[in-house]
């Protein structure tokens, strides 16, 4: 009943039902149901008020609304835009210099926001009719913009980081304790800030050889550089467009890998340092004040009453057997660990295809993680190979999300079928980079030591 009951969650999810009200909503029918039978013990929704508290008052899961706060902030103060009409003035005289100055933008902006729709559409909106008025390739074009776009889940302050961070500390003292620890590690946010750091920067890296590697092979693709219609560039200028972001980043990224600040603080002060950048360029009016808290306040309450629906599920998964069978079937895995990860990063994958990555981390990563963990896995490194893979999902044809936003601002002037085509080389090179984290773990793990000692 248990596989049962995560089968039909996948299926109703399918036909377009909230994802928050079909996990709490089916869970509780089929707990309904096997008590009915015996198979359920209707009490263990005593444990619920608490599991809610426990959410609601959790300091960790504070840092989201701040994070999505700083980053709502910064889309509407325009520096986005600021940004990669800056960088495209400075790089555009040089070929592909646009997609350069795309690359650039994309990280500076996962790393000051950590919002793919927003990054997606942004890019989209400003970069790709110039792109194409240039006569750079619409297929390279739209993929390069949305893999760009995905770096905001796995360069930090990355949203989807801080949400499994909260899971993977719950899950490695779960496993801590099965192994008769009792007095067990924990794995922070910040670990996992540090841990994504090095593999994030190389995937820009990865991009940008790439790009090279095509620049030299079809120089075709991008098209005719014309000098003319661009604006002078100045220092002034390139500091005034780079340095609030950099700012913003250093005070918030650098606060928490430092252990000055929790996660929760830094978002804090990256919430209050977004505000001084839009009055600082005078882009805050009461009215996009107002839309920036209205957005907030549903991008946080969706968070969480999915947590909420996701609890009532992991709640009814547990009372079914379900840990027990998911814990056997890893153990007879053939491979041993390698083969239950293997397992594990197709069905994320897999399941990347018709889920978001909030819903993957509160009901997948749950069920799985402790028993991964159990089995001797290092948290950070596991942590990064989640995000990653989670980063590839929203890419892969043909239901990566980051598609889905770049079609909806493309019009008429790139087809679904350019966008798909583009977008398979950058899909490559992200499989290319977990190939990388798996084979030398060390890339995810060697910062944290350095800073933490773990």
Same mark, same amino acid.
């Given at each position: ?12 999810? &399918? ?5 928050? +009200? ?30 809610? =508290? ?5 300091? @960790? ?50 790393? /000051? ?25 619409? %297929? ?18 990355? @949203? ?11 899950? =490695? ?24 750091? @090095? ?7 990865? =991009? ?42 250093? +005070?918030?990224?650098?606060? @928490? ?62 009372? +079914?057997?379900? %840990? ?6 890893? &153990? ?10 293997? #397992? ?28 991964? #963990? ?30 889905? =936003? ?26 290319? &980079? #977990?190939?990388?984290?798996? +084979? ?8 944290? /030591? ?5």
């Amino acid at each position: 009943m248990a596989l049962l009951l995560f089968a039909i969650i996948c299926l109703v999810l &399918m036909l377009g039902y909230p994802v928050a +009200l079909t996990l709490g909503g089916v869970a509780f029918l089929f707990a309904v149901v096997a008590s009915f039978f015996g198979a359920f013990d209707m009490g263990l929704f005593g444990l619920l008020p608490n599991r809610i =508290y426990g959410i609601i008052n959790n300091d @960790i899961l504070m840092a989201v609304p701040l994070f999505v706060f700083m980053g709502v902030v910064l889309e509407k103060s325009r520096i986005a835009e600021q940004l990669l009409t800056t960088m495209s003035d400075l790089f555009g005289r040089l070929r592909g210099g646009l997609i350069f100055s795309v690359f650039l933008v994309g990280m500076l902006l996962a790393a /000051s926001t950590g919002i793919v729709g927003a990054t997606v559409v942004t890019m989209g909106l400003m970069s790709l009719p110039t792109l194409l008025k240039r006569g750079y390739s619409p %297929e390279f074009s739209a993929g390069a913009i949305c893999a760009t776009g995905t770096l905001g889940q796995i360069i930090p302050p990355s @949203i989807a980081l801080v949400l499994l961070g909260d899971v993977l500390s719950n899950a =490695y003292q779960q496993a801590q304790l099965k192994m008769g620890i009792f007095n067990p590690k924990s794995v922070s946010v910040g670990d996992l800030f540090a841990g994504a750091l @090095i593999p994030g920067l190389l995937l820009v890296l990865l =991009y940008v050889l790439y790009t090279l590697f095509r620049l030299w092979r079809h120089p075709e693709d991008f098209g005719d550089e014309v000098a003319e219609d661009r604006e002078p560039i100045s220092i002034s200028r390139v500091i005034s467009a780079l340095l609030p972001p950099l700012l913003l980043i250093l +005070l918030v990224l650098g606060s @928490i890998l430092t252990g000055i600040a929790t996660p929760t603080e830094a978002a804090s002060v990256g919430a209050a340092g977004a505000l001084f950048i839009a009055i600082g360029k005078r882009q805050l009016s009461m009215l996009a004040l107002k839309e920036v808290m209205q957005s907030t306040v549903k991008i946080t309450s969706m968070v969480f009453l999915i947590l909420i629906g996701a609890s009532v599920f992991s709640l009814v998964f547990r009372g +079914l057997g379900g %840990e027990e069978l998911i814990h056997e079937l890893f &153990m007879s895995m053939p491979g041993g660990v390698v083969g239950a990860m293997l #397992l594990v990063m197709a069905v994320i994958f897999l399941l990347g295809f018709i889920l978001d990555f909030i819903e993957i981390t509160f009901v997948v990563v749950p069920l799985v993680a402790p028993i991964l #963990l159990a089995m001797g896995l290092d948290p950070v490194w596991l942590g990064i190979m989640i995000a990653m893979n989670l980063q590839t999902s929203f890419l892969t044809p043909p239901f990566g999300f980051a598609l889905f =936003y770049l079609r909806g601002v493309t019009g008429d002037t790139v087809s679904s079928g350019q966008i798909y085509r583009g977008v398979i080389p950058f899909v490559v090179l992200q499989l290319v &980079m #977990l190939l990388l984290l798996s +084979l030398w773990p060390g890339l995810a793990t060697w910062l944290p /030591s350095v800073l933490y000692g773990n």
